[in-house]
Nanobody, 121 residues
Framework: QVQLVESGGGLVQPGGSLRLSCAASGSIAEINYMGWYRQAPGKQRELVAGISSGGSTNYVDSVKGRFTISRNNAKNTVDLQIFSLKPEDTAVYYC???????????????WGQGTQAIVSS
C-alpha cells in the first residue's frame, strides 16, 4: 500500500506564505498524478492544484499566481508553495496521489491525513 505524510501547515498572517510537503512511501511501483485538495469549514473538498508525472500542472482559478505545485519523482514527494495567503485559504489541505503498487496493474487514489492552514491576523 501507499502511505502519505503531509507537513508544513500552521498559523500565518494574511499576505504570508507557507510550504506544504507530502511524502509518499510504501510498495510503490509508479505514481501518476499528484495533487493537493483543501476543505474549508462547512465546504466541500476541492482540488487546489495537481501535477502529472510529466510535470503538467493545473490550478483552481482562485489560487492561480499564488500557489505553485512541484514534485520530485525520485523522492516521491509533492510540494505546494503558497504565497500571498488570504483568510479564505484557511482549510485543511490534503495530499492526493494516484499510484500503482508493486505486483499490481491498477492505479488507485491515496489520501494523506491532512494538514491545517489557518490564515488570520
Amino acid at each position: 500500500q501507499v502511505q502519505l505524510v503531509e507537513s508544513g501547515g500552521g498559523l500565518v498572517q494574511p499576505g504570508g506564505s507557507l510550504r506544504l510537503s507530502c511524502a509518499a512511501s510504501g510498495s510503490i511501483a509508479e505514481i501518476n498524478y499528484m495533487g493537493w485538495y483543501r476543505q474549508a469549514p462547512g465546504k466541500q473538498r476541492e482540488l487546489v492544484a495537481g501535477i502529472s508525472s510529466g510535470g503538467s500542472t493545473n490550478y483552481v482559478d482562485s489560487v492561480k499566481g499564488r500557489f505553485t505545485i512541484s514534485r520530485n519523482n525520485a523522492k516521491n514527494t509533492v510540494d505546494l508553495q503558497i504565497f500571498s495567503l488570504k483568510p479564505e485559504d484557511t482549510a485543511v489541505y490534503y495530499c492526493n496521489v494516484v499510484a500503482r503498487v508493486v505486483l499490481t496493474s491498477t492505479f488507485r487514489a491515496y489520501w494523506g491525513q491532512g494538514t491545517q492552514a489557518i490564515v488570520s491576523s
